[in-house]
């Protein structure tokens, strides 16, 4: 497997799982787990099961005031609510969760977990490299993953052309999720590599055994490099503020400029520089617009201006002011308001 990318939490800011470690750590639920990086668990060596970057699952007996919030994860998620209810979020739908319930996510795809605290349940996640960061790569599983070739391309296919992300799972995909939970279980004193692979390989092909029962809607525009730009551009109305060249935004799509040029084109009407400036000035009118501003010039550093100057002078081509004065504007209109 490809090693992690030294700029991915810059790129794609991972959960860091900070609000569940605390959690943990300060007794309100019971967390089991094998990880590398920033997850919660047991640390896995280099030489276990490389390839996976998370394992465990949590027990909560009481509701909790924590939850996590918008983020993505450095590989494809699988995760699996054996008891309770829970709350997970797209950045197009939410989902109450109910026992059985299974997820998909995908290394670019946002999602949240709580609306916004966890609630009672028991769920169990799995996060493997497959060696992507955008829709339209080509995918590289661990090399201990055993399927044969046309089952694991046949997942793979459906897993990369499938956007559903909630699915029911059956009996036999919910037995392995709990015998994995109970191999964390015997894990602190050495963990079991040999069975953990063979049940991660039954996960996968149970998986695939409850695709193929199914009618399975297969859509190719979620792997063309079009895809890829319009992941981007979402990605960049939440990271406007780094100071990006054409060349990076490139660079993050897994694309040439002239292709990022073309598929920006056809999607928005402009460049992908123009873009990022289009979405700065958005951002721009919404700080402007806040009650407790005191002060104009900062929100041009805060929208990802390289200087005040060019600020105003894109600012006043779009609105036909200074930001100065849109800020003015605002505020006798709310005078006025006030006064009628």
Not at 54 to 71: E, R
Not at 146 to 158: P, S, V
Not at 175 to 204: A, H, R, T, V, Y
Not at 290 to 315: H, I, M, P, W
Request: proline share 4%.
């Amino acid at each position: 497997m490809k090693g992690r990318d030294k700029d991915f939490d810059k790129i794609y800011k991972p959960d860091r799982c900070d609000p569940l470690i605390e959690a943990a750590n300060t007794g309100q639920l019971n967390v089991k787990g094998l990880s590398r990086y920033n997850y919660p668990g047991q640390e896995l060596p280099d030489s276990v099961l490389p390839g996976i970057y998370s394992i465990g699952y949590w027990d909560a007996k009481t509701d909790q005031n924590w939850g996590l919030d918008w983020h993505r994860n450095e590989g494809i998620e699988f995760t699996f609510l054996e008891s309770g209810s829970l709350y997970f979020s797209t950045q197009k739908e939410q989902f109450n969760l109910d026992p059985g319930s299974f997820t998909i996510t995908r290394p670019w795809q946002l999602h949240r977990v709580g609306a916004p605290n966890v609630t009672i349940g028991k769920l169990y996640w799995l996060i493997i490299d497959v060696g992507v960061k955008q829709p339209h790569q080509s995918w590289e599983w661990p090399s201990w993953i055993i399927l044969a070739k046309e089952d694991l391309d046949y997942l793979t296919k459906i897993l990369r052309q499938n956007d559903v992300r909630v699915w029911k799972t059956d009996k036999k995909l919910n037995q392995c999720f709990m015998e994995l939970g109970k191999c964390l279980d015997n894990s602190i004193s050495e963990i079991p590599q040999s069975k953990l692979c063979i049940l991660i390989n039954d996960l996968l092909l149970e998986m695939l055994c409850l695709f193929k029962k199914g009618h399975m809607e297969l859509d190719e525009s979620l792997i063309q490099n079009l895809k890829t730009v319009e992941v981007f551009l979402e990605f960049l109305r939440s990271d406007f503020e780094k100071l990006w060249t054409l060349e990076e935004m490139a660079e993050h799509c897994g694309l040439g400029k002239t292709s990022l040029l073309k598929y920006c084109k056809q999607l928005t009407n402009m460049s992908p520089v123009n873009y990022l400036v289009n979405v700065r000035l958005d951002a721009a009118v919404k700080l402007l617009s806040r009650k407790d501003l005191t002060n104009v010039t900062s929100v041009c550093y805060e929208c990802g201006f390289s200087s005040s100057q060019y600020f105003a002078t894109t600012f006043k081509k779009r609105y036909h002011c200074t930001p100065s004065e849109y800020r003015e504007r605002l505020i006798k209109k709310t005078e006025l308001s006030y006064v009628h």
